[in-house]
């Protein structure tokens, strides 16, 4: 019975990783219920606070992804604008174009609220591209967590 515990929790890693790029796949918390897996292999894997501490950077890492191109927009001089469209931007391309709607979402969010409120279309491109780093920035953050917990599940299963 181990082996179908342990094969699922390959899985759910290998898809946690994918998950990180495909934004329609929550990486993290798959890379989460990855760990979790090995304990009905041994309840002892992991100790209580090792899971407690990554439950709370997985939660942390996935609110953080949807902030990220938004604190981007902000960072490259987007406006009040700028931040509602990437926002909007966000919302609309996460429910009606994913997975590609993720990345260009945000970025045409954020120019078309900048030039909504009369920004110049150099500003406006600034913004987005703020929004677009973000987004890599997510994704990368993302990467490295999902990277980690693999670590720790490879390890605990050799």
Same mark, same amino acid.
């Given at each position: 019975?181990?082996?179908?515990?342990?094969?699922?929790?390959?899985?759910?890693?290998?898809?946690?990783?994918?998950?990180?790029?495909?934004?329609?796949?929550?990486?993290?918390?798959?890379?989460?219920?990855?760990?979790?897996?090995?304990?009905?292999?041994?309840?002892?894997?992991?100790?209580?606070?090792?899971?407690?501490?990554?439950?709370?950077?997985?939660?942390?890492?996935?609110?953080?992804?949807?902030?990220?191109?938004?604190?981007?927009?902000?960072?490259?001089?987007?406006?009040?604008?700028?931040?509602?469209?990437?926002?909007?931007?966000?919302? $609309? *391309?996460?429910?009606?174009?994913?997975? /590609?709607?993720?990345?260009? %979402?945000? !970025?045409? =969010?954020? @120019?078309? +609220?900048?030039?909504? $409120? *009369?920004?110049?279309?150099?500003?406006? /491109?600034?913004?987005?591209? %703020?929004? !677009?780093? =973000?987004? @890599?920035? +997510?994704?990368?953050?993302?990467?490295?967590?999902?990277?980690?917990?693999?670590?720790?599940?490879?390890?605990?299963?050799?």
């Amino acid at each position: 019975m181990d082996w179908i515990w342990i094969t699922l929790g390959v899985i759910l890693t290998i898809a946690g990783i994918a998950g990180c790029i495909l934004p329609f796949i929550p990486g993290p918390p798959l890379s989460y219920v990855a760990l979790l897996t090995l304990l009905a292999v041994d309840s002892a894997m992991f100790t209580t606070r090792f899971l407690v501490i990554w439950l709370l950077i997985t939660i942390a890492v996935t609110l953080l992804d949807y902030y990220v191109p938004i604190w981007g927009t902000k960072k490259f001089g987007g406006s009040k604008g700028g931040v509602w469209g990437a926002t909007i931007g966000l919302l $609309v *391309g996460l429910f009606f174009f994913p997975p /590609l709607g993720m990345i260009i %979402g945000p !970025f045409a =969010g954020a @120019v078309i +609220g900048e030039m909504a $409120v *009369g920004k110049d279309t150099n500003t406006a /491109l600034k913004a987005g591209l %703020g929004s !677009f780093i =973000g987004f @890599v920035t +997510g994704t990368v953050m993302k990467l490295a967590v999902s990277a980690a917990m693999a670590f720790y599940f490879f390890r605990a299963i050799i």
